[in-house]
């Protein structure tokens, strides 16, 4: 849909990885991109080489959003699609050596992942609320959520990034079915093993053992194609309240 072309659309955790490919795509297709990122130099370099606006934001913090949020609008206008690829993924189990779950690590993932997500989602939304229809359909914006295949299939250690990720498995629906009627549509992209930073950074072997449990193709993600999903997401009018695996087929095995 050309009503895209110089619409304002934000991408938090869009230094790097899934969101920096995102908000590469997002630019090419003639968008104004907003870098929501809370790494400041790499956010500016990755702004930069875009030709993308970025903001310091930590998603942890509504107030550090909303001030974002209003900077974006003053400076480049009313966001039309937002994407949320922020997250973190520490590794803990329930009790380790004897000891429970460090309570403080699992609630900072769950304010990062969940509600980071959930507060950019519906601060973008309360702006999209009030901007005119872009189509015949009503359509005033999209949110993209990032959950993860850890969120049904979480592995041993991933007892607090599951949980964050199953929130926005499960916010997806309603989340859609309480826009409906402003014209917002939502979405969620469960991505499977990908190339991002933290996979880049381990051993070839390790890497090749991880593309190998994937069933075809049998190889890692690559952000491309995350970001590919994305665009077709904002494109396809019927894609609403759907969480969409992007995986390869794998099913994770407990560890």
């Not at 790494?39 to 001030?67: C, K, M, R, W, Y």
């Not at 009503?138 to 990034?161: E, H, L, P």
């Amino acid at each position: 849909m050309n009503n895209w072309i110089d619409q304002v659309a934000i991408v938090s955790g869009g230094a790097s990885g899934l969101g920096n490919a995102t908000a590469h795509a997002l630019v090419v297709r003639g968008m104004k991109v907003a870098i929501f990122d809370v790494n400041q130099e790499l956010g500016e370099s990755a702004a930069a080489t875009l030709g993308a606006s970025f903001f310091h934001v930590d998603v942890s913090d509504p107030a550090s959003i909303s001030a974002a949020m209003d900077q974006v609008e003053s400076q480049m206008g009313t966001p039309r699609v937002m994407v949320n690829c922020a997250g973190i993924g520490p590794a803990a189990k329930t009790v380790s050596r004897g000891l429970p779950h460090d309570a403080a690590m699992f609630a900072k993932v769950i304010q990062v992942n969940l509600l980071g997500t959930f507060n950019c989602a519906s601060q973008a939304a309360a702006r999209m609320v009030a901007a005119e229809p872009l189509d015949d359909d009503g359509i005033r914006g999209v949110i993209i959520n990032t959950a993860s295949v850890a969120a049904y299939d979480g592995q041993v250690g991933q007892v607090a990034y599951s949980s964050s990720k199953g929130g926005i498995v499960g916010m997806t629906l309603p989340m859609a079915r309480d826009l409906a009627d402003k014209g917002i549509r939502v979405c969620a992209v469960a991505p499977g093993l990908f190339l991002t930073p933290l996979l880049a950074g381990m051993p070839e072997e390790v890497q090749e053992s991880l593309a190998a449990q994937v069933p075809f193709p049998s190889r890692l993600g690559k952000p491309e194609e995350y970001a590919s999903t994305v665009c077709h997401i904002i494109d396809n009018s019927m894609l609403n309240g759907e969480v969409i695996r992007l995986d390869g087929a794998i099913r994770m095995a407990p560890r």
